[in-house]
């Protein structure tokens, strides 16, 4: 290829909406914290989406995907690589099996190919072309191609695949064709076919190389790199995988141009040292008598403890209790300490000696109980922390994981216990999303009850756009206010 003599291709099909662009940076990265956890490599990647009728599609392809394939929400991979790829890039996508990576490609894919330039008489196709290390799967990918082209008679594909008759590919394929779905092999021999004259890749302007990781334990490696070197450098070209090997990540920097790499991370949100728990409460009498009997429990586990241990041999297991608002502090510290407890607290409206003092002193005394706002507590690192007691519900996934992650650190467990009052909806949410299998299993059965209640209901308005995640930290009013100022000090 002459790189000054090749023929202009459009890549460019995405722009975001307004209600896209106008998110803020901290709206962005807890909407990707809610949509599984994606993490983003590379410069200059577009917002995820929310709403297929974000991506300006034609209606055609939106009847498929609504009506025909009922595909309601998209799934993380498909609302992060599907702008991504419409606006042109070459993209990294790893997401683990069964996660929507198929529509992640296959509509910029097919949105692209339409765009070009139709077959001359003297062209064969393809124009994308899709390789994927078995015939199980291509086959598949080329019945989910066909259920998307429908009717569209601008469109046509075919699948060649080592098992099946080489003669009945050809005489398809010499009547020219948009899009071809191939094993590496297959693909190349019918390349050398004729020298060429059969299937060409002069017009491929759309590569896909789906399960990364198969073609690669399968050997195609070698394959592949020739295709790719055959095809016109400034193609777009897109990588999927549900693993990203260190082999597969130097192949992908050296074939992929400028890539964005987007990798989703379900579940993995929260610290796995961290085991997760909740109570569910009417009001905020039975909150503080909870934390009170909470409390109790630990300090009779560690009075018992001492009655076996040598003194030297003490464990020290630390609680941090996370309120919302220096007021909350105050009140929670006069309350605890006319119950009984010795309590350190911290936050912004104290003066700073006393803070550093408090901290101190909570450092050095075993078992010992910390109070403050969350902000004040980013980056403190106390590795004797035992238990996190989060008494306000929090609002965002990035509180959550601050908050719980003052636990467990480096190779120690923790334990955090989420306190929620009946109509803190979001929390329930957040909760939903990041608690493990295991934690599940450990919970109270009627505040399990009520926490799927409440997230059912904020699953709904969120649909129904009546609630939304907050954004960034705090709340409203005064709230927002404090935080502001313990943001600054
Ligand atoms: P992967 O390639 O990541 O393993 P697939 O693309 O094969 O996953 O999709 C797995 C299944 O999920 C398929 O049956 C597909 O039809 C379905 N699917 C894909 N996207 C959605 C969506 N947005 N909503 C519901 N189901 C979907
Ligand atoms: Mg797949």
Redo the contacts with the bound molecule.
Sequence with gaps: YDKNNLEPFQKVFYQETPEIRNMTADEVSELRLNLDNIKIKGHGCPNPITRWSQLGLNTSIMNS?KNV???????P??AQALPAIMSGRDVIGI??????????YLLPLLRQVKSQRDLSNSETGPIGLVLAPTRELAL?IHE?INKLINDDASLNCICCTGGSELKDQISSVKRGVKIVVATPGRFIDLLTINSGKLLSTGRITFVVM??ADRLFDMGFEPQVTQIMKAIRPDKQCVL?S?TFSNKIRSFAMRVLKNPITITINSNNIVNENVSQNFRVCESDTQKFDELISLLKERNDKHEAQEGFEESDNLQDNKTIIFVASQQICDILETNLVSSGFEIFSIHAGKPYQERVLNLEKYRRTRNSLLLCTEVLSRGLNVPEVSLVIIYNAVKTFAQYIHTTGRTARGNSKGKAVSFLLKDELAAAYILKKAMREHDFENQDPLDLTHLNAMNAEFEKGMNSGQYKLFSGFGGKGLENMDTKREKKE
């Design positions: 995907i394939m009922k595909f309601q929400e998209l799934t991979i498909q997401s683990k099996t069964g996660s929507g990576k198929t529509i992640s598949q989910e789906d399960e999927f549900a």
